[in-house]
């Protein structure tokens, strides 16, 4: 990862700090945290994002660098510009995700597959694996294929079902 900085050299200090309930966090290289903080031996980090940012106001002014979207943009319209802007903004984004959907990962509609769909979806490639099975006569795999399949049409049928 680059220094978020100078965006040149590899980023080897990761800094974060929570101010007002809000994690900041910037990944930099050796040389920009010791000019942003001075001797990192004496360093208790509180000038470093006012050397940052300029005011303090650290995300807040930070701007996407794909679109342009500022935070302040994002709480005023309650929409983000691009993709990109989740990463930018991503720790303040994430507690608000949290509080409107109860979480902050998608897991999706299939990501289980214990609905029909998934359910078919999985017949039909144990059903492939068993005519490859049968093809090549690997006659202890399609046993097991088949017990498979006559488990799944009973979840979807409610009984031995050929389908």
């Known amino acids: 990862m680059l220094c978020d900085r100078c965006k040149q050299n590899i980023a080897t200090v990761n800094y974060v700090e929570i101010i007002n309930g809000h994690k900041l966090e910037s990944h930099l290289c050796r040389d920009c945290y010791v000019e942003l903080t001075g001797d990192p031996a004496e360093n208790d980090g509180s000038v470093f994002w006012t050397n940052l940012y300029g005011d303090g106001s650290a995300v807040e002014a930070a701007a996407c660098p794909v679109c342009g979207t ?67 006569r690997r006659y202890a795999e399609a046993n097991l294929l088949n017990r498979q399949i006559k488990d799944i049409n009973k979840k979807l049928y409610g009984g031995d079902s050929d389908e």
Do not use: M, W
């Open 70 to 136: 500022t935070y302040s943009d994002y709480k005023r319209t309650g929409l983000v510009g691009c993709a990109t802007c989740y990463d930018v903004f991503k720790e303040l984004l994430l507690p608000q995700i949290r509080s409107i959907q109860g979480k902050d990962t998608h897991v999706g509609t299939a990501a289980l597959n214990n609905d029909e769909y998934g359910l078919l979806r999985k017949l039909k490639s144990l059903q492939e694996r068993l005519e490859a099975a049968l093809k090549d």
